[in-house]
C-alpha cells in the first residue's frame, strides 16, 4: 500500500516537472504596445491667466518671436509677437513703456493711392518714397500702442502672418485678440526686457540715422526725376496737339519736303566789307541855365 502511494507521488512529481521544463521552453509573449496619445491641439497664438492681476513686466525673445507677462515672479501668459526683419530689426536691451495710445497711427508707414484713388505702394514711407502728382497717403494703423522708444518702436496690433517669424519694421506687433488685454493690465513705467538676436539700441540708432540719409537721397532723386519728367512733358507737344503744326502746315523755310533729296550748297566766299569811316561822336553839353527875370 505504502510503494503503491508512493509511485503514485512520484508520477505526480514527473508529470509537474515535465509540465515546468514544457513551459519553459515557449517563447515570452510580447508586451502590448504602447497606448498611442493623440495629437495635442495648437495652443494658439496667445495664454493668459492673469485674470484680474497686472503686468508688472515683459520679456520679449526675438528668435523665439514670443512675449512672456509676469506678475512678480509669476508668468501669468505669454504671446506670439512679430518683431522688425532682418532690415528692420528691433533693437536689444532694457526699455520701460514710456507711453500709452489707444488710437494710434503711424506718422511715417502706411499705403500711397494716385489722383484716381488707386493703391500704388502698400509699404509707402515718408520721408523715403514719392507720391504720385495729386496723390495721397494713408497712414497704417497702430491700435493699442505701448511705446518704447523715442523715435517711435512700441508694441501694438498688427498682423502675425506667419508665427515665429519676424515680420514688422521695428516694432512688435500683437494678436488683434490678446493687445487689449496687455494695454489695459500694464502702466507706464512697467519694463520691457528684449533678447535674443539684434542690435542695442546704440548701434540701432546708428543703423536709423544711416538708413534716414540713404531715405533722403532717394527721395531727392526721385523729385529730381518727377522734374525733369514734368518739364518734358510740358514742352513735347502731342502729334494732335492744336497748338502744333498741322498736316497742312508748309514747312519752314530751308526744310527739305519728307521723301527729297537734299543737296548741299557750300554759301559763297564773303565779299571783304569797305571800311566806313567812323563817325565822329557829338559831344554832349550840358544846357545853359536860363537867365534870371
Known amino acids: 500500500m505504502v510503494s503503491t502511494r508512493i509511485l503514485r507521488i512520484a508520477a505526480q512529481t514527473s508529470v509537474l516537472a515535465a509540465s515546468f521544463w514544457l513551459s519553459s521552453c515557449k517563447t ?17 497664438l496667445f495664454e493668459w491667466q492673469g485674470e484680474g492681476k497686472s503686468i508688472s ?12 507677462l509676469y506678475n512678480g515672479e509669476d508668468q501669468i501668459g505669454w504671446t506670439y ?50 507720391l504720385p502728382p495729386g496723390g495721397r497717403f494713408e497712414a497704417a494703423k497702430m491700435t493699442y500702442f505701448m511705446r518704447l522708444t523715442g523715435d517711435g518702436v512700441g508694441m501694438h496690433i498688427g498682423p502675425i502672418p506667419r508665427p515665429g517669424r519676424r515680420a ?28 535674443g538676436s539684434g542690435p542695442d539700441y546704440a548701434t540701432y540708432i546708428k543703423q536709423s540715422n544711416a538708413k534716414a540719409k540713404a531715405n533722403a537721397a532717394k527721395l531727392a532723386a526721385a523729385k529730381a526725376k518727377a522734374n525733369e519728367a514734368a518739364v518734358k512733358a510740358a514742352t513735347t507737344l502731342a502729334p494732335d496737339d ?4 498741322g498736316p497742312d502746315t508748309p514747312p519752314a523755310a530751308g526744310t527739305p519736303a519728307p521723301g527729297s533729296s537734299v543737296i548741299t550748297t557750300l554759301p559763297a566766299p564773303a565779299a571783304t566789307p569797305t571800311p566806313v569811316p567812323a563817325t565822329p561822336t557829338e559831344e554832349v553839353k550840358p544846357a545853359v541855365p536860363a537867365p534870371q527875370q
Do not use: W
Not at 513686466?57 to 512672456?68: G, L, R, T, W
Not at 533693437?91 to 502706411?110: C, H, Q, R, W
Open 168 to 195: 514688422s519694421h521695428g516694432c512688435i506687433r500683437l494678436p488683434s485678440k490678446f493687445a487689449g488685454t496687455i494695454f489695459k493690465n500694464v502702466s507706464v513705467g512697467t519694463p520691457v526686457t528684449i533678447v
Open 28 to 44: 515570452p509573449t510580447a508586451p502590448p504596445p504602447p497606448v498611442v496619445e493623440p495629437a495635442k491641439k495648437p495652443t494658439g
Open 242 to 245: 492744336p497748338n502744333g503744326p
Open 81 to 130: 509677437v512679430a518683431t522688425g526683419i532682418t532690415s528692420f530689426p528691433t533693437p536689444t536691451g532694457e526699455f520701460k513703456i514710456m507711453e500709452k495710445v489707444a488710437d494710434k497711427v503711424s506718422n511715417l508707414y502706411g499705403k500711397g493711392y494716385d489722383a484716381n484713388g488707386k493703391l500704388v505702394n502698400s509699404d509707402f514711407k515718408q520721408g523715403r518714397d514719392l
Open 57 to 68: 513686466s515683459i520679456k520679449i525673445n526675438v528668435d523665439e518671436q514670443k512675449a512672456y
